[in-house]
């Protein structure tokens, strides 16, 4: 059974980086996308970013120039660095992973959320 952990979430003031963890347990992290997703209370959840099992990757366009995935195969580990934050990026983060390594519109694994709040 595929594990998704989040880890890498905390308080930060504005203007600060952050840089979240997604580990995989179970499977080879290489035969998976790894997409970001945001909820803040009171709103739906968001699409940040996906990563591609072979590098690629897409971005919320609100999002690109600050925020930047990355994943080691080596380490079963996706990362997103997270700069330049705001107030409006207090949200729980979480990763997700189709059965595939192709960022698809479903996802089939989720991890358990990590909070990143981001004080003015």
């Known amino acids: 059974q595929v594990q998704l952990v989040e880890s890498g979430g905390g308080s930060v003031q504005s203007g600060g980086s952050l840089r979240l963890s997604c580990t995989v347990s179970?499977?080879?992290?290489?035969?998976?996308?790894i997409a970001w997703f945001r909820q803040a209370p009171g709103k739906e959840r968001e699409e940040v970013s996906c990563?591609?099992?072979?590098?690629?990757?897409d971005y919320a366009d609100s999002l690109k120039g600050r925020f930047t995935v990355s994943r080691d195969n080596a380490k079963n580990t996706v990362y997103l660095q997270m700069n330049i934050l705001k107030p409006d990026d207090t949200a729980v983060y979480y990763c997700?992973?189709?059965?595939?390594?192709?960022?698809?519109?479903?996802?089939?694994?989720w991890g358990q959320g990590t909070q990143v709040t981001v004080s003015s």
């Open positions: 997700a992973a189709p059965r595939s390594s192709v960022c698809l519109r479903e996802f089939d694994y």
């Open positions: 179970g499977d080879t992290l290489a035969y998976y996308a």
């Open positions: 990563i591609y099992g072979d590098g690629r990757t």
